[in-house]
């Protein structure tokens, strides 16, 4: 089963095809979700799908963690061309 398993998420370095591969599971699951609720499924259908909504909500909020440490480290960092307040406050 690890055939449907979308690759490990490069959101650190920032690859696009990290965003890419969340928005394809995020859609995966978007569809399975809608199969789920039609009813129209075997149990072993429903079952098999629902295993698969749970890795692919897994993968997708591993995704958003990661992306969520790339912008609390740029908040946490300074910016080297942001210029530094004066002593008084001020910027200028």
Known sequence: MDSDRIPSQTIEEGAPSAITQYEKALGEL??????LEQGDQSLEESLKDYERGIRLERQCQKALDEAEQRINALHDSPAEDDPSPRDDGSLF
């Open 30 to 35: 978007e569809q399975i979700v809608a199969r």
